[in-house]
């Protein structure tokens, strides 16, 4: 988004988060970006076709360690599931929830996706995304990243030329492929294969496809590209989230 446009939302903090959600959502489809009242972004404009990618947001974990539902935790006014679609909001001409239902009574309005296959984590999860999906191409996030900005998704989304999924790895070798894009032809039937087998792991998908893998180093000039993987699981993951929002900027 670029500095000094107008839009209908107010900027928290350098990351860029929405702490302005009262729009009017009457007579707006469920869900898409009109409705969920992002702004237009030029450069996500100019580098991605965004009719071909739908966002999905996975809010149907057990949040057995946080002891409490991680999609209705806030960071300033905002809850987890906001914060992250206003992030899909750069590439996603709609945005769902997978799973339980997003924040009770949230001005989002976010329709949800049912688990096809309850209480299969994470796989399962993805499996439903992939399944409701209308477009060729499904953005999927878990909702305990928080720190995931638009330009994270844009950078993604470019890198889609003859793969099936485009999934980061950070510098100590972990993949997030609950961070992620997935091409729905190729990546869905897989997807109810490994479920039949009884595999539960969104990362056994990646073996199975075509997968571009991103490393950290081409993400590293984004802003805020050091905190976009600090998930939150637990109590003490949320006491350093929120006192990672509050601080200043770094220097550059």
Same mark, same amino acid.
């Given at each position: 988004?670029?500095?000094?446009?107008?839009?209908?939302? *107010?900027?928290?903090?350098?990351?860029?988060y929405a702490s302005d959600w009262k729009r009017s959502l009457k007579n707006r489809e469920p869900g898409s970006r009109k409705a969920l009242g992002f702004p237009h972004?030029? !450069?996500?404009?100019? @580098?991605?076709?965004?009719?071909?990618?739908?966002?999905?947001?996975? *809010?149907?974990?057990?949040?057995?360690?946080?002891?409490?539902?991680?999609?209705?935790?806030?960071?300033?006014?905002?809850?987890? +599931? @906001?914060?992250?679609?206003?992030?899909?909001?750069?590439?996603?001409?709609?945005?769902?929830? +997978?799973?339980?239902? /997003?924040?009770?009574?949230?001005?989002?309005?976010?329709?949800?996706?049912?688990?096809?296959?309850?209480?299969?984590? /994470?796989?399962?999860?993805?499996?439903?995304?992939?399944? !409701?999906? *209308?477009?060729?191409?499904?953005?999927?996030?878990?909702?305990?990243?928080?720190?995931?900005?638009?330009?994270?998704?844009?950078?993604? !989304? *470019?890198?889609?030329?003859?793969?099936?999924?485009?999934?980061? +790895?950070?510098?100590?070798?972990?993949?997030?492929?609950?961070?992620?894009?997935?091409?729905?032809?190729?990546?869905?039937?897989?997807?109810?294969?490994?479920?039949?087998?009884? @595999?539960?792991?969104?990362?056994?998908?990646?073996?199975?496809?075509?997968?571009?893998?991103?490393? @950290?180093?081409?993400?590293?000039?984004?802003?805020?590209?050091?905190?976009?993987? !600090?998930?939150?699981?637990?109590?003490?993951?949320?006491?350093?989230?929120?006192?990672?929002?509050?601080?200043?900027?770094a220097e550059n």
């Amino acid at each position: 988004m670029r500095k000094g446009s107008a839009v209908p939302i *107010t900027l928290l903090n350098r990351r860029g988060y929405a702490s302005d959600w009262k729009r009017s959502l009457k007579n707006r489809e469920p869900g898409s970006r009109k409705a969920l009242g992002f702004p237009h972004c030029a !450069a996500a404009s100019r @580098e991605v076709d965004m009719d071909s990618i739908e966002g999905f947001i996975l *809010t149907g974990g057990a949040s057995s360690r946080m002891g409490s539902d991680k999609a209705q935790l806030t960071i300033g006014a905002n809850s987890f +599931v @906001e914060l992250i679609a206003t992030a899909l909001g750069a590439i996603a001409h709609r945005i769902r929830s +997978v799973g339980k239902p /997003a924040v009770a009574g949230s001005p989002l309005g976010l329709p949800n996706v049912p688990d096809i296959y309850p209480q299969w984590g /994470a796989l399962g999860g993805l499996h439903a995304a992939l399944a !409701a999906c *209308t477009t060729p191409w499904a953005a999927v996030v878990a909702c305990d990243l928080p720190f995931v900005t638009g330009a994270l998704f844009q950078r993604l !989304a *470019t890198l889609r030329d003859d793969f099936d999924a485009v999934v980061p +790895v950070q510098s100590d070798g972990r993949v997030q492929p609950l961070c992620a894009l997935y091409r729905c032809q190729p990546c869905f039937p897989q997807t109810g294969k490994l479920i039949a087998a009884g @595999e539960r792991r969104p990362r056994a998908l990646l073996t199975l496809v075509r997968t571009r893998w991103v490393p @950290e180093a081409q993400l590293g000039d984004l802003d805020g590209a050091a905190d976009f993987f !600090a998930n939150v699981n637990t109590p003490q993951d949320y006491m350093r989230a929120r006192a990672l929002a509050a601080s200043p900027p770094a220097e550059n």
